[in-house]
Structure formats: C-alpha cells, structure tokens
T-cell receptor, first 115, second 113 residues
Framework: AQTVTQSQPEMSVQEAETVTLSCTYD???????LFWYKQPPSRQMILVIR??????QNATENRFSVNFQKAAKSFSLKISDSQLGDAAMYFC????????????FGSGTKLNVKP | SAVISQKPSRDICQRGTSLTIQCQVD?????MFWYRQQPGQSLTLIAT?????????ESGFVIDKFPISRPNLTFSTLTVSNMSPEDSSIYLC??????????FGEGSRLTVL
C-alpha cells in the first residue's frame, strides 16, 4: 500500500522568509499525482499545488513551489516570502493516476508564521 | 473548481443519538467522498458515495454506523449513528476534479458529549 510521510509535525518561519516542508512517499506505481493541501483553522482544505509524476518540471503557483524528486520519492513544498495567512496545517497527498478514490494523506505539518 | 456546501457546520450531540450531515455540490459529479478527521489527525476515507448504487465503505467503517445516501448527482448525506465521544471529529465531503485533485467542503465539526 502507498504511504505518505511528513516528518515535521510543526515548523515556524519568520514573516517574509522562506520555509520548506518535507514529504516522502512510497509507491510501486509509475504514474500518479502528488498534492499539497492547506487547512487553516477555519478547517476547509484548500489545494495549494499539484504535480503529475510524468512531468519532470517542478510545479509552481505564485509563492509556492515544489521540489519533486521522483527517484527519491520526495515531494517538498517551498513557501517563499511567507505571510501571516500562510499559517495552517499542510498535508501532502498522493493519488495513483488510475485510482480515482484512493487518496493517501500524510499526517500533516503545522506551520507557524511569526510577525 | 466545485463549490461544496456542508450542513451543519458544527454541532454538539448527546451520546446515543444520530446526526445527518448534508453535502451539496454546485455541479453534477459521479463520485462523492466522505472523510473523517479526528482531532489533530490526518484524513481517513469513510466511504465513496455513488449515485444509483450503495456506497463503498473502507475498512473499519460499516453501513450501520455511517449510512450514506446519494439521491442525485449533486447531493449526498452521511449519518453518524448511535454516536459516542469517539465519533467527535470533523467530517468532510469531497469531490474529484478532472485534473486529479479533490475539492473539499468546509467540514462539519461534531462534538459528542
């Protein structure tokens, strides 16, 4: 079975600085999706960024970018110019390309942003 | 993207009672998913709700405890039956996007006393 591991339960970053959240996964599939979700205290899960495994180029969405290392099965999220509104739980998630209902979520990383 | 509305947003319930959570999507979708998020934990899939057929439950979840209805392509309900304090969680409704990700509702926070 696929597993997703987030080894950092909690992290802190100074406002305007850069922080990287780690995620590793285990799979025997060759084609899949990876995601980072943000869950603020208001609790709605919001998609931050997605990566398709067959694409070598790392995904970027404004201040958010990923470092996708397929061979190492690593999928880290970099947040640049951190803002107070970035404070939230961040979940890494995996989905096999052909398994529409099988998402695997990591345990989450709580990000604190210090003013 | 899909807009997903959940009701109730939060509720406090007595042990032994049941509560039904509603999920409304602004577009027709084939599959809807119900997740549970226990306090401080990650998400666990309860079941997949398909229109016109019985829901498919994940290991550890049974229909008698979590009956699901899916009367049409935009609506689903999840009932948490005979609640105990261990059922205190956030329950999330979600749908899949054509681009691969899930969209989530705002969640329903249940506290069972």
């Amino acid at each position: 079975a696929q597993t997703v591991t987030q080894s950092q339960p909690e992290m802190s970053v100074q406002e305007a600085e850069t922080v990287t959240l780690s995620c590793t996964y285990d799979t025997s599939e060759s084609d899949y999706y990876l995601f980072w979700y943000k869950q603020p205290p208001s609790r709605q899960m919001i998609l931050v960024i997605r990566q398709e495994a067959y694409k070598q180029q790392n995904a970027t969405e404004n201040r958010f970018s990923v470092n996708f290392q397929k061979a190492a099965k690593s999928f880290s999220l970099k947040i640049s110019d951190s803002q107070l509104g970035d404070a939230a739980m961040y979940f890494c998630a995996y989905r096999g390309k052909y398994n529409f209902n099988k998402f695997y979520f990591g345990s989450g990383t709580k990000l604190n942003v210090k003013p | 993207s899909a807009v997903i509305s959940q009701k109730p947003s939060r509720d406090i319930c007595q042990r032994g009672t049941s509560l039904t959570i509603q999920c409304q999507v602004d577009s027709q979708v084939t599959m809807m998913f119900w997740y549970r998020q226990q306090p401080g934990q990650s998400l666990t899939l309860i079941a997949t709700a398909n229109q016109g057929s019985e829901a498919t439950y994940e290991s550890g979840f049974v229909i008698d405890k979590f009956p699901i209805s899916r009367p049409n392509l935009t609506f689903s309900t999840l009932t948490v039956s005979n609640m105990s304090p261990e059922d205190s969680s956030i329950y999330l409704c979600s749908v899949g996007a054509a681009t691969g990700e899930l969209f989530f509702g705002e969640g329903s926070r249940l506290t069972v006393l």
